[in-house]
């Protein structure tokens, strides 16, 4: 049974939400506790979630959020690493469904020697998330947290399961199997990370969350980020992640607290644009894998290939591989060129991968389905 008085004041603050009034850090730590903890209805966790969003989150309201999860909903992971630790996940929620290409551009860029902690889920509004695609490929996408952790040391790359109880036990996926909207939780989970990045490139599904979540990021220790959003070519539509089929909006932060927002085109990095086909997410898993390796061998597939560059590049780039996004861009072409980003896959699923070998086995069945050869 729900207690009388916290339903009341849990209410007053939906009301408060409606009638956009802002939250302090603190109030909104403890009302996502009350959700975390499933100390209100469902109807009432609904309606808080859906108040926020329709308000418009406040920096201090998200930080309150995460925190939240951070303390009551998430294994940390020990790692003891000197270089910077990138991730590059996204709020997913956007409206533009794509080939994975932030799971292409992560291995691309861990080949080009970044060390990638990767947060993902299952599709929940998409056809193949993070998760799916990267099980399809063999890798052990239900393990615990030492598992992902010793893949990130040992291959350069691992994937935490955001969906997962054994990273987030408590509620998370609870939550988010059950709502179909862009929330908070979206933001505040994502960064929820087991094992605090350092830097990120971050895709949102909306435009105006650019400073709201660079600010966040700051707040709760990133020295170093690039937050995103891509549009179609009519700037009707937009994606969590750079976009080849017209223009993006960045905002850059950097170690000293200084920031930089702008545009760029695809065209800056000798990228054509392409229709959104061209991108666009096969309705079937087993295809949707052989195109994702098929990509990574740079075996056809043009404007996809050209997608994860762009992408890859960018985290080069905030990891600080590379002086530039250019060069970032060319030299992950290289990376896909020269085979070393399937022979990064291949390293992360011989890590990172269900006992007996399975996921070798697997990946190896769909290197032979899409025509290919690992060196």
């Known amino acids: 049974m729900f207690e009388q008085e916290d ?18 850090r603190e109030e909104c730590y403890g ?24 308000k418009g989150e406040t920096p201090e309201e998200i930080a309150g959020a995460w925190q939240a999860i951070d303390e009551l909903d998430t294994v940390h992971a020990q790692m003891k690493l000197t270089e910077p630790l990138v991730e590059n996940s996204g709020t997913g929620m956007d409206q533009l469904k794509t080939f994975n ?9 861990a080949a080009g020697g970044v060390r990638v902690a990767r947060h993902g889920a299952r599709a929940l509004t998409s056809v193949c998330g993070a998760v799916d695609i990267l099980e399809a490929l063999g890798i052990e996408v239900e393990g615990d947290v030492p598992l992902v ?5 040992q291959a350069g790359i691992g994937l935490f399961n955001g969906m997962s109880p054994e990273v987030h036990p408590r509620a998370l996926g609870r939550i988010l199997s059950q709502i179909r909207f862009g929330s908070t939780l979206n933001i505040a989970a994502s960064l929820a ?4 990045p350092t830097h990120a490139l971050r895709g949102v599904y909306a435009v105006e969350l650019l400073p709201k979540v660079a600010a ?6 990133y020295r170093r980020g690039m ?23 960045i905002y850059d932060f950097f170690p000293d607290g200084t920031f930089r927002e702008y545009d760029l085109q695809p065209e800056e990095f000798g990228i054509t644009r392409v229709p959104y086909e061209y991108i666009a997410p096969l309705q079937d898993r087993e295809r949707e894998a052989v195109r994702f390796l098929q990509v990574l061998a740079g075996a056809g597939h043009q404007a996809c290939i050209d997608f994860v560059c762009l992408n890859a590049g960018a985290v080069l780039y905030v990891a600080g591989r590379v002086g530039t996004l250019a060069e970032g861009v060319r030299h992950s072409h290289d990376l896909i060129g020269a085979g070393q980003a399937l022979k990064k896959l291949t390293d992360w699923v011989a890590v990172q991968q269900g006992p007996e070998r399975k996921g070798i086995r697997r990946l190896e069945q769909l290197v032979k389905a899409a025509d290919l050869k690992i060196h």
């Open 149 to 153: 952790a010793r893949s990130i040391e």
């Open 31 to 54: 009302l996502f506790c009350q959700i975390l903890n499933n100390r209100q209805p469902d109807l009432q966790q609904g309606a808080f979630l859906a108040a926020l969003v329709a």
């Open 216 to 221: 966040v990021m700051q707040e709760i220790g």
């Open 101 to 109: 290409v932030s799971s292409a551009a992560a291995i691309v860029a």
């Open 7 to 24: 339903l009341k004041s849990f209410g007053g603050a939906i009301q408060r939400l409606i009638q956009g009034e802002h939250l302090s």
């Open 193 to 196: 990370h087991p094992c605090r």
């Open 227 to 249: 937050v995103v959003h891509g549009f179609d070519a009519r700037r009707e539509k937009g994606m969590d992640e750079l976009s080849v089929l017209g223009a993006s909006r």
